[in-house]
C-alpha cells in the first residue's frame, strides 16, 4: 500500500491541491478532482459537461465559471434558472453585496432587501431586470425553442445591450457553449416570462427539445466527462442523457469521468447527493468511470479547483463543436 | 419562561408529538410541525401547498401522501418529476424492492438492478413505463398544455389502464388536487416524452403556463400555507409564487403558515436549505407567518406528523375548489 | 426480492415504526432500530451499554433515559459530563427553559440567560450547582475512585438532598446501572471540582480505573450490545472496549448489536460518524453484528424508538448484575 | 454596502483566500479566517489555543500541525487521544495508508486491517505502539501528574527514542507548546496506560489539574484567541476556561478571537457545533469578538488556510511563555 504523505503548505494552489491528494478523507478528494478534471480536459476525445446548482453567481463565482467558459474547461452548462438571472443582473449593473447571515430579516423587509445567506441585494432593482427580461421575451416573439437556444439569444442580447458587461450567459454565447436551464420557469427568468405572457406576448419554451439536444450532444460525442456542483435539475438533467442514450441504442456506455462538489450526503437517499457508485448501477457512469465525489461547499472547492487548473497550466488539446451536434 | 417539559414516551403519536413540542432541538421542531399543519388544515381560508422533492415514492411514501391528498390534508401538490415517475410505475405493477446501501453496483448493474440508496429496482421494468408513457404521449397527440393538465390526464388514464392500481396521481386526479412538475423533461416522464417525440408526436409542455397557473391560485386565495419536503424546484416553484403576486399587485402579502422538513442546511446559501426568516425577508412569507424548519430526513418526518394529524383526527373544515381557480 | 410495503399512518408508534422498516432511507433504518433494540433487550446473555452525546438533558430527555434505566432497557450508561451535570442541575430545582434559536445573544449575556440552541436556562442558577458540586466533593474528601464510582456517589448524594428530585443519576445509583463520564472534567462538574481543588480539597477522578472497568463488564458479558446517541467520546469509549479485551484475550468477538442515532457522516472521516461497517475492520463490531446507522436527530429518534419500546411492551427477560462485574 | 467580489482564480494560496474573501458562503468564511488568524498571531497580548478533534492525524495533517507549533501560529494545543497515538505511531515508523472508504470491512479484518474511512493501517503494528507506551508508563512510575505533564514527557521521550522521527508531539515539548488530552483514556494511549495498570504499574493522570493549568493559562493572559478544528472535548474544554475564569474573578471577559472549521451544524444543539453568538450569551467569546465559524472539513480548511499563513509570511511578533504560566 502507498502511505499517506502528509499535506506541507505550500504557497501554489495546484502545488497543494497535489499535496492534498496524498492525504486522506475531502482533502485528499478535493485534491483527486483536480487530476480528474485535468485528465477530461486533455483527453481528446471528451466532451465535459458542467451542471450548476445552488447560488453561485450571487456567492461570487462569476468569474470563476467564465474563466472555465473562456479556457475551454467546459463545453455545456446546465444550470438553474436563478443562477442565469443573477447572472443577467451582473451584465446589466444589477449587483449584489456583502451581508450577513445572522440578521433582522423583516428589518430587511421592511428597507427592500434581499437576502441569500451572508448576501444582499436590492428587490427593486431585481424588478428591473425581471422588467428587461419580459421585454427581451417581447423582442422575439413570437418565439418556440429550447431553454438552449433562448439562453443564446439572451447572451448576445445582453452584450449588446451592454457591451462593457460581463456575463457567463455572454461568454457562453461567444465561446459557443451551450447553456441549458431545464426548469427556465422556476427562476425569475420564468418571472419575466410570465409578464410577458401575461401582457400577450407569444413565448414557448420547449423543454422537450432541451431533452432531445442535450442528448444528441452527448451520443456525438465518442466520450463524455460531467462535473456537478452541487445537485438538483442540472445533476439529474445531465445524468438522465446517458439512459436515453442507451434506450435509442447511440452506443454510449455512461459517462466516463465524474466530479461532484456538494453538501448533501449520499444517506438522505437522493439523487442530488447519490455516490457515482449508485449511478453506476443504473448505467449513468460506466463501470470504470475515475470519478470523485467530494463533500464541499463550491464556494470553497470551485475557487480552489480552477485555481488549480489555471496556475497548472492546463491546456485543452481539442475542442469539440457541440454547437454542431445540436 | 416556559419550563422545559421532558418527553414522556407515548403509545400514541398525536401525543408523543404534542410532548415533543416542549423539549428542544428538532423534536420540539417536529412537534411543532404538527401544531402548525393543524392550523392549515383548520384555517377556513387557507389553500395548502405541499412541494414534493427526493426520491419519496420509491422510499415508501406513498400511502403517506395518497392519504394527505384523500383527507385533502394538501390543496395543491407540486412534485419533482421523478416522484411521478416511480408513483406512475407502482399504479401499473412495476414495483420497489428493499436492497441496500452498502453493495456491490458494478454487480447490480450487470444484473439490470437499479439502485436508489437502499431500494432496488429493475431497469427492464422502468422501461416498460418509459414506453407507457411515450405512448400515453402519442394517445394525447397533438397536445400543448401545463404540466398540471398534462398530469392531470396523466392520473385518470392509469385509473382507467389499471383500475385496481393505487397512484398519487390518480387520487390526485380524482380529488381535484392539481400536480404541477416544473421540472417535467428532467425525469423520466421527460424520457418517454422525448422517445414519442423522436417518433413524431407532437407534444409540447407549457412550463409558463405552470407558473401562471399555480400563481392564479396563490392569487385566488386568501390566505396560503405551505409545506415543504425537501427542497429543490418545487420549493423555489411555491415561494416564487409570492414573488409574482406581489409584482402583479394581486393583494397577497407572503405565504402565512410555512414548514420544511429537510436534510439541507441553511449555511450552504441555497434556496433548498434557507430559513423561513430569509424567506421573510423576500416578501415570500409574512413577517408573522407561523412557520417551522425541521431538520429530518422526510422519511421519518412524513410517516411520523402525518400519522400525528390522523390520529389526532384533525378536519378540514372547508375545502378549497382550487381547479377552479386556475 | 422483498417489495418495499408503503408506510401507512398508524396511531401507534411499534405499529408505525414496524411500517417505517419495510420503507427506505433514514426512516427504514428507524424502523429497523426498533427491531435490534428489542432483540438486545430479550437476549438473555446481552449487557446493553447506551453512549450519550448532545445536550440531551437540555433537550428534554431527561424522562426518556430515566424510562430506559427504570425498564432495564440498558445497563450501562457512558455519558458525557454536561448531561449529567444539566441532569444534576433538575435533580436540584435548576431548570431549563424554551427559548429561540434566532436571537440576540449579546443581549442574553447582559440578562445572564445562557442559550443551547433553542433552550435557555440562568447562568446565576448553574454556578449554584458549580458550588453543589464543589461542596459533595469536600464532603467526600479525601477522594480518589473511577467516575463510575463518583456518579454512584452523587446520585445517591442526590436522593437524599432532595428526595422529591428526579434525575438518571439518582434512578441508575438505585438501578444498579453504572455511569461512566469518561472526560468527567470537561464539563461543569470538572468545574465544581476545580472549585473544590482550588479550595484544597482533596479529589481524584481515576479515568484509568474507568477503562478497566468498563472492559471487565465486556469481558464477564457474553454478549454485548451498544447504542449510541450521537457520537464524540461514549461512543469510542464503549468501541475501544472490544479491542482491549482483544488484547488481553478475554474471549470477546465484538459487540454483536449495534446502533447510532447521529447526524454526523461517515464521509467526515471521525470516529463519531463512522459506520458499523468500519468498525468491523478494528474488530469492535463482531462480522455478523446485528446494526443500523439512523442518521436523525436523538431528540427524534430516542423519543419515537423508546416509545416503540415501551408500547410494543418488550421485557427485559434477564438483567445482568454488572455491578458485579467490576 | 460593499460589492460581492466575484473571485478571480489565482496560482497563489493568500491571494485566492484574500479574493474569496469578498464572496460568500463558506469560501468568504474560509478566506475570513485568514484574516483573524493573521490578527490573532500579529497580537503581542495574545494567548492563541487550538482545539484539534477528528482524526487529523491519521488524515495526513501532522506537517500542517507541525509546521503551527514551530512557527507559533498557536501556543497551547488540547487534542483528543487519538490524534496523539497516531502522532506517536508516524514517529515510531508506523505508517497510515492510502486505501478507500467503499470495501469490504469483513475482508479488512481478515487482513488486520483498520479502516479510518479512506485511511488503512495494520492493527498488528498499532499493538506494537499500545504496547510502547505501556513500556513508557512502566518507566515513568509511579507517577501522577496532568495530561499536559505527560504528554510533555512523552514527547521527550519520542525524540530520544527515534531522533530522526516526527511528531506533534515531539515537536510541542521541543517547542514550550503545552499539550492536553483532557480525555486521555478514551484513545489507544488509555489502552497502553490500562495495560500497564493492569501489570501493577503506577499511573495516575490527573484530569482536574488539566482544568487547573489550563485555566491558569488563560488566567494569566491578556487576550485570548481560540480556533477550533472540529468540536468534541477539545472545544468545549478552551470554551469553559473563560466560564471558570469568570467564576473565579480573574479579569477576563471572553476570547477575543475565534474561529472554528466544523461539518457539524448549529442545528443539532450540541456544543460542537453551535455558533460563537450562543457562545456569547454564555460568556466564553467577548460580545465584540472577531469570530468565524467555517462549515467545511479540515483536511481541506487546515491545509488551505495554514498555506495562506505561511505564503503572505505572517510573523508572530511576541510569544508567550505559557509554560510559565502554569
Excluded at 207 to 235: F, L
Excluded at 263 to 272: A, C, F, I, K, V
Aim: hydrophobic share 35%; net charge negative; proline share 4%.
Amino acid at each position: 500500500m502507498k502511505r499517506v504523505d502528509p499535506a506541507v503548505p505550500a504557497g501554489n494552489v495546484a502545488e497543494l491541491l497535489a499535496n492534498m491528494s496524498n492525504t486522506g478523507f475531502q482533502g485528499r478528494k478535493l485534491g483527486e478532482s483536480l487530476d480528474i478534471w485535468s485528465r477530461m480536459i486533455e483527453d481528446e476525445s471528451c466532451t465535459i459537461l458542467l451542471g450548476l446548482s445552488g447560488a453561485m453567481i450571487p456567492a461570487g463565482m462569476q468569474e470563476i465559471i467564465r474563466e472555465l467558459v473562456k479556457r475551454r474547461y467546459i463545453d455545456v452548462l446546465v444550470s438553474t434558472g436563478a443562477n442565469m438571472f443573477h447572472d443577467t443582473c451582473e451584465h446589466l449593473d444589477v449587483h449584489h453585496y456583502l451581508g450577513h447571515h445572522h440578521v433582522d430579516d423583516v428589518d430587511l423587509f421592511s428597507k427592500g432587501i434581499d437576502r441569500i445567506y451572508d448576501v444582499f441585494a436590492y428587490e427593486k432593482e431585481f424588478r428591473t431586470i425581471d422588467s428587461a427580461i419580459s421585454g427581451f421575451a417581447g423582442e422575439l416573439s413570437p418565439y418556440t425553442g429550447s431553454s438552449r437556444d433562448f439562453t443564446g439569444r439572451l447572451g448576445r442580447w445582453l452584450s449588446e445591450k451592454n457591451p462593457s458587461g460581463k456575463s457567463v450567459l455572454s461568454e457562453c454565447a461567444k465561446s459557443g457553449v451551450p447553456v441549458f436551464i431545464p426548469a427556465l420557469c422556476d427562476s425569475s427568468i420564468g418571472i419575466g416570462l410570465l409578464m410577458a405572457r401575461r401582457k400577450g406576448v407569444s413565448t414557448f419554451v420547449d423543454q422537450i427539445a432541451d431533452v432531445d439536444e442535450i442528448t444528441k450532444i452527448v451520443e456525438s460525442s465518442e466520450r463524455t466527462g460531467v462535473i456537478y456542483v452541487g445537485g438538483g435539475v442540472p445533476k439529474n438533467f445531465i445524468q438522465q442523457t446517458q439512459v436515453i442514450a442507451s434506450i435509442h441504442n447511440a452506443g454510449n456506455d455512461g459517462h466516463h469521468y465524474a466530479i461532484q462538489y456538494t453538501t448533501d450526503s449520499p444517506h438522505w437517499g437522493g439523487l442530488s447527493g447519490c455516490t457515482f457508485e449508485e449511478a453506476i448501477s443504473w448505467g449513468k457512469e460506466t463501470p470504470d468511470c475515475r470519478n470523485v465525489q467530494c463533500f464541499c461547499d463550491a464556494t470553497i472547492a470551485l475557487p480552489v479547483v480552477v485555481s488549480g487548473l489555471v496556475s497548472a497550466g492546463v491546456q485543452r488539446k481539442k475542442v469539440p463543436d457541440v454547437m454542431n451536434m445540436i
